[in-house]
């Protein structure tokens, strides 16, 4: 049986007291997401280059 991807990798994560900064890149498209989690809120955005396009990266190993 063949190890399947997973559909979303971690590439780089901050932490802070109670503040958590990550990227996530989804493996099927390449986007890269910004996560951040302060107490008990929360937020999730692509990340956009200086044309206002999503930030791909290519070639994602797990």
Do not use: A, H
Request: proline share 3%; aromatic share 10%; glycine share 12%.
């Amino acid at each position: 049986m063949s190890k399947q991807l997973k559909r979303f990798v971690w590439r780089e994560s901050q932490n802070g007291l109670f503040k958590e900064t990550r990227i996530i890149v989804d493996t099927q498209t390449g986007v890269n997401y910004l996560f951040v989690c302060e107490g008990y809120g929360g937020g999730l955005t692509p990340l956009l280059d200086e044309n206002g396009k999503p930030i791909i990266t290519k070639n994602i190993v797990e």
